[in-house]
């Protein structure tokens, strides 16, 4: 597929969605800085994630290998959310959930239907694994998005509080499998 750029045409990349390793946490975090300006974690905690759970982690890349977009999810509490930029020591123990932590493209590659074949593909590997839920914390205003990838809005007590430092838009979201 063309995109009309002016009088000439450029040939989009052909991207594919791939499991996450740890030589991408470059790309992930050039992409977070691009995606989540106002929401900014360090390096350290995109790696920390990356090697606690492999298996919910990927990346959007080009045939050159290059990060053009990032999902990282981990078993996880329900009702809670791990503080921004920390580190979280362990998966939890009494995990009940898939905690779908990031969802950013490159803003160039945006518009393409890429988000909704990784959420979908997360979805079904969390429900075949056993999980029964996906919860998530939705900023800078993608409720609406995050609606139509099957999230509703949660308010359990004390999640405002929790929230607080993702900023005043933030929504708890869950998705039932």
């Not at 409720?143 to 949660?154: I, P, Y």
Request: hydrophobic content about 45%; some cysteine; proline content about 7%.
């Amino acid at each position: 597929m063309d995109i009309q750029q002016g009088a000439a045409e450029r040939a989009l990349p052909q991207l594919e969605w791939r499991p996450m390793t740890p030589a991408d946490i470059d790309g992930v975090v050039a992409v977070a800085r691009l995606s989540f300006p106002d929401h900014f974690e360090a390096r350290e905690c995109f790696a920390e994630r990356q090697a606690l759970a492999p298996e919910g982690c990927f990346v959007l890349s080009d045939e050159a290998g290059s990060v053009r977009g990032y999902l990282m999810a981990y078993p996880w509490r329900r009702n809670s959310a791990p503080p921004l930029d920390s580190l979280i020591g362990a998966i939890p123990e009494e995990a009940d959930v898939v905690y779908l932590h990031d969802l950013a493209l490159h803003p160039e590659t945006r518009g393409g239907g890429y988000t909704r074949l990784i959420v979908e593909r997360l979805a079904e590997q969390a429900k075949a694994a056993g999980w029964r839920e996906i919860a998530l914390v939705a900023v800078n205003e993608a409720t609406a998005f995050w609606e139509r990838n099957g999230f509703g809005v949660q308010t359990p007590p004390g999640m405002a509080e929790k929230l607080a430092s993702y900023g005043a838009d933030a929504r708890y979201m869950i998705r039932a499998l």
